[in-house]
């Protein structure tokens, strides 16, 4: 599964955007998966717990909507 490993990196990408922009807790993390990516959504939700424990993302909800395509990215960090 090589999700946990995306989205391990995901959270260090996203705790590092939100110190550099003075960002202290994020409630809401949306991600945009393409249909016909490699990357498994209901593998993301699974990993997901894990890849944030410990992190300042630990309490912060993921949201994962489908789209058209291969595409694979972050969307939207919505800020407390």
């Keep these: 599964m090589h999700e946990l490993g995306i989205m391990m990196h ?3 990408t996203v705790e590092t955007f939100a110190k550099e922009q003075g ?5 809401t ?4 998966v393409g249909e016909e ?4 959504p209901q593998y993301l939700r699974a990993c997901y717990p894990a890849a944030v ?3 300042t993302l630990q309490d912060t909800e993921l949201e994962i909507e489908i789209i058209p395509g291969r595409d694979f990215l972050i969307k939207e960090i919505v800020a407390l």
């Design 53 to 55: 424990d410990g992190t």
């Design 10 to 12: 995901i959270v260090e």
């Design 29 to 32: 993390l949306v991600l945009q």
């Design 37 to 40: 990516s490699p990357v498994v």
């Design 23 to 27: 960002v202290n807790q994020i409630k």
